[in-house]
């Protein structure tokens, strides 16, 4: 692995290249050898600098859970970020295209927690058990690092996270059945991407089990109250100032935002 300091190095560029909204390098380029425990680590940096500054944690991302895309960056399972409260939208808000550098939205759905959930061990009826409801959610994935880029450089980067807008109508967990909650995602009323849940390793909450049993050797519970981003379903649309971004999960409602 790399130095503490090369961590808190990386993490650096990071921060500052959201603040100035100017991609850096990729970090495999500029830190040689980088890993995958690196990454999360340079991670944990980014993170930690942006609760010192006053964000909350809010809960986690849940990225890459398709095997179609764990093939296409050289890894078998998915990965993950955080989720910070200055990071959430509101159904119907308007954001401004210029904070973000290739802005981009995901179709999913986000499990709050009634109960703590802590690895290892967590199945899917524990998440189920411990979920007070489930909504549909877009995330709203950036680049603070150039592209293309390693799996190391997305993990590194809070998993490509930049946003959540959660909207639509909420669901007990037993309410529906999950696999099979669809949606069809338009930008400036043109249909670009559809898909249903169950693309999400088979359940969307597997993906949250998983995360519980990743974040135990870290000695990470999901608390109670936390959001958890269970994975798209639907290729990512690229966005940008003008567009207006429609979501329609059917039965459980919408979710629509605009970039200004």
Avoid at 101 to 113: D, K, N, Q, T
Wanted: net charge negative; proline share 5%.
């Amino acid at each position: 692995m790399l130095t503490t300091e090369a961590h808190k190095a990386a993490a650096r560029l990071l921060l500052e290249a959201e603040r100035s909204v100017k991609p850096v390098t990729q970090l495999d380029q500029t830190f040689p050898g980088l890993e995958i425990a690196d990454a999360y680590a340079i991670q944990k940096e980014v993170i930690a600098a942006r609760m010192a500054a006053g964000a909350r944690l809010r809960g986690h991302k849940i990225g890459l859970t398709s095997k179609a895309m764990q093939s296409t960056v050289g890894i078998d399972e998915p990965d993950y970020g955080h989720l910070l409260d200055d990071m959430f939208h509101n159904d119907g808000d308007t954001l401004d295209a210029s904070r973000y550098i290739v802005p981009r939205v995901e179709v999913e759905l986000a499990f709050v927690l009634g109960r703590p959930l802590r690895g290892p061990g967590v199945t899917l009826v524990d998440v189920l058990n411990a979920t007070d409801y489930v909504v549909p959610a877009l995330e709203l994935i950036d680049g603070r690092s150039k592209y293309p880029r390693r799996i190391v450089d997305n993990i590194a980067d809070n998993a490509a996270c930049a946003g959540v807008i959660m909207g639509g109508r909420p669901v007990r967990p037993d309410d529906v059945d999950l696999r099979w909650v669809g949606a069809l995602l338009f930008k400036n009323g043109v249909i670009e991407e559809s898909g249903v849940s169950a693309a999400v390793l088979g359940h969307p909450a597997m993906g949250v089990a998983w995360l519980a049993n990743k974040l135990a050797v870290f000695e990470t519970t999901l608390e109670a109250g936390h959001v958890i981003l269970a994975g798209s379903f639907t290729r990512t649309v690229a966005v940008a100032k003008g567009d207006v971004i429609h979501a329609d999960y059917g039965p459980l409602g919408s979710i629509s935002v605009r970039f200004a």
